[in-house]
């Protein structure tokens, strides 16, 4: 069974994710960890000798009840939908977001994180890495990021961006494995601009390698490698992009709202970043 780590500050963001993470959980046959994690305010404790143990009991005691209020809503959630059979799990800590979820990673054996990204609680900042750090970059698992704006529905097409190399035909069979289980196609894009240095052979080898397979590969020549990926996935219907994990800049560039304006909010899709 998967192991799926689930962030969240109980915002509307990580409410909206967490319906996608228990789907996700039924598509791969997983489990869910979710993870409340919460920092406390540092104090000098010469300016509070007496109540200095008191502040921060006070304060753990206020988290913990949050915590524990929020939860049944989350499994009213599961059951609305069907879902109480995923099975969940719950971690509350105390310390940095970033560092507990690697901590999680670790000593949860996690397969995947599913995460909000968006809203006024810094989720964004958090996986584009401007605040407290690059989530793609810091951990080794895919991470599933789900825009506020982005409300499930079922997959029926998935994006995959690719150079054609070797990492890359790695990521697709696992996206393909994803694809076949919830009876989705994936649709394979490869942008070819002037410095790109893939063969015919390459292309060929690929299409042979994945005959039978429910993908499709498209070439697009273009110098606009983002503007590329946005018509991509308007115009060809996709409901979730997969992709190798980029600098933060590509992302950051990919969904800016100077880019994503003239598409309303038809770009507001989950995106699975995959490791190399």
């Known amino acids: 069974m998967k192991k799926i780590l689930f962030p969240t500050d109980f915002s509307e963001t990580a409410e909206n994710a967490f319906v996608h993470a228990l789907e996700f959980a039924k598509i791969v046959n997983g489990e869910l960890i979710l993870l409340h994690s919460f920092e406390l305010p540092v104090y000098d404790a010469q300016f509070f000798p007496e109540n200095y143990g008191t502040v921060y009991d006070s ?3 206020s988290q913990f009840d949050m915590f524990k209020d929020e939860i049944p809503k989350l499994h009213a959630i599961a059951d609305a939908r069907n879902l109480n059979h995923i099975k969940m799990s719950h971690r509350l800590m105390d310390g940095n977001l970033l560092y507990n979820i690697k901590n999680a990673i670790k000593e949860e054996n ?3 994180i599913v995460m909000g990204t968006s809203g006024a ?3 964004e900042a958090f996986f584009l890495g401007t605040n407290t750090g690059n989530v793609l970059n810091a951990v080794d698992v895919p991470v599933l990021s789900i825009p506020l704006e982005a409300k499930f529905k079922k997959i029926e097409t998935i994006g995959f961006t690719t150079r054609y190399r070797t990492k890359d035909k790695k990521a697709l069979k696992e996206v393909l494995k994803i694809a076949i289980k919830t009876n989705a196609k994936v649709k394979c894009l490869y942008v070819q601009t002037n410095n790109s ?3 015919a052979s390459t292309i060929k080898e690929w299409e042979e390698d994945f005959q039978g397979q429910p993908v499709q ?4 020549p273009s110098e606009e490698v983002q503007d590329t990926i946005a018509d991509f996935i308007l115009f060809k219907g996709i409901d979730i992009l997969a992709m190798l994990t980029y ?3 590509f992302f950051v ?3 800016k709202p100077s880019l994503t304006q003239r598409f309303s909010n038809k770009l507001s899709i989950p995106v699975l970043a995959l490791h190399e």
């Open 59 to 61: 304060l753990q005691l």
């Open 110 to 112: 996690i397969d995947f």
């Open 121 to 123: 609680t810094g989720w």
């Open 197 to 199: 240095d893939v063969d």
């Open 217 to 220: 590969f498209s070439i697009i």
């Open 247 to 249: 600098k933060r800049n």
């Open 253 to 255: 560039e990919l969904f």
